[in-house]
């Protein structure tokens, strides 16, 4: 999980470039979660900006939630995230502990 204010490029239904301002709720090598005031098209392409970089997607899914959509993006092949690249300003890292750790 982490907060991020980042910057979303794709092409609207109307075939116009769109370029809105997003939160990265959370962030996996393979992909993200962005939230947006609005929705985007599930298969749209998009590009998510952060400060020194860019990574190319696919929404998978977009949903309405309390405080405004969701969207989970794949990203495509080549734009893995780590950490080395790109850490979140907020990022909440978890670490998984077995019973046997205790």
């Known amino acids: 999980m982490c907060a991020q204010l980042v910057t979303i490029v ?3 239904d109307d075939g116009q470039k769109k370029k809105v301002n997003a939160i990265l709720e959370d962030i996996s090598p393979g992909g993200a979660c962005i ?3 609005q929705p985007i098209a599930p298969d749209t ?3 998510i900006l952060y400060p020194h970089g860019r ?3 696919l929404v998978r ?4 939630g309390q405080t405004g959509y969701f969207a989970g993006v794949q ?3 080549g734009y893995r995230w780590s950490r080395q690249r790109f850490t979140p300003e907020h990022l909440l890292q ?3 502990r077995s ?4």
């Open 94 to 96: 978890f670490s998984l």
């Open 45 to 47: 392409a998009v590009s």
């Open 35 to 37: 939230q947006l005031e």
């Open 55 to 57: 990574y190319y997607g």
């Open 61 to 64: 899914h977009c949903e309405f």
């Open 10 to 12: 794709y092409q609207g």
């Open 75 to 77: 990203f495509r092949p």
């Open 99 to 102: 019973e046997d750790d205790e």
